[in-house]
């Protein structure tokens, strides 16, 4: 069936570092992938998409390339904020007429001043 | 407008009763889901309305697990004499549906469930 596997975290950078968050897949046919960020008492939001191959995603200065050759959706920030603190899931959709998320188990990020 | 709504937002249960949690999606999205959010397994998907029929139940857990949706709208997720096991944040989406795409989800801001 369909997984998803990411990087453990906690990842913990300081203010104005490079992010990267590892995230590859397996799954049938042609997956749309996604990262979702769930901030400290707040519910899970769409951070991110892409729903083919070599598609990059981008929002918030976050960007993520569908690599269909490695089977990744790496998630990346050049510069990250102590605001960027959260949990970021990176999740699949395999396109069968409609959108189940399958779930990486998620990467906490704490940023310090 | 407004988003995806949860009721309660906390529940906290003694081991063996039953419990019901419910979802308010966005006015409008046919499509319906429930995930589960726990430690040890991350995050679950449960079960899939299209309308107030649910054509993907995989992920209900057992048999003490059962959900319905009434009028297109409102989906309650009951679950039958609660284990310990079955703590957990309990998270509904919605999204529009239109064959042959994918839309993104809308999450609500979840149930968290502790059986005691």
């Known amino acids: 069936g369909d997984s998803v596997t990411q990087m453990e975290g906690p990842v913990t950078l300081s203010e104005e570092a490079f992010l990267t968050i590892n995230c590859t897949y397996t799954?049938?046919?042609?997956?749309?992938l996604f990262w979702y960020v769930q901030y400290p008492g707040e519910g899970l939001q769409l951070l991110l998409k892409?729903?083919?191959?070599?598609d990059k995603g981008s929002n918030k200065g976050f960007e993520a390339t569908y690599r269909k050759e490695t089977t990744s959706f790496h998630l990346e920030k050049g510069s990250v904020q102590v605001s960027d603190s959260a949990v970021y899931f990176c999740?699949?959709?395999?396109?069968?007429?409609?959108?189940?998320?399958?779930f990486g188990k998620g990467t906490m990020l704490l940023v310090s001043p | 407008g407004a988003g995806v709504s949860q009721s309660p937002s906390n529940k906290v249960t003694e081991k063996g009763k039953d419990v019901e949690l419910r979802c308010d999606p966005i006015s409008g999205h046919t499509a319906l889901y429930w995930y589960r959010q726990s430690l040890g397994q991350g995050l679950e998907f449960l079960i899939y309305?299209?309308?107030?029929?649910?054509?993907?139940k995989s992920g209900l857990p057992s048999d003490r697990f059962s959900a319905e949706r009434t009028g297109g709208s409102v989906s309650t997720l009951t679950i039958q004499r609660t284990q310990q096991e079955d703590s957990a944040v309990y998270l509904c989406a919605s999204s529009p549906f239109v064959a042959g795409t994918t839309h993104e989800q809308f999450f609500g801001p979840g149930t968290r469930l502790t059986v005691l």
């Open positions: 999740a699949l959709s395999s396109n069968s007429g409609y959108s189940t998320l399958t």
């Open positions: 799954a049938t046919g042609y997956p749309s």
């Open positions: 309305f299209q309308g107030n029929s649910a054509p993907d």
């Open positions: 892409a729903t083919k191959a070599d």
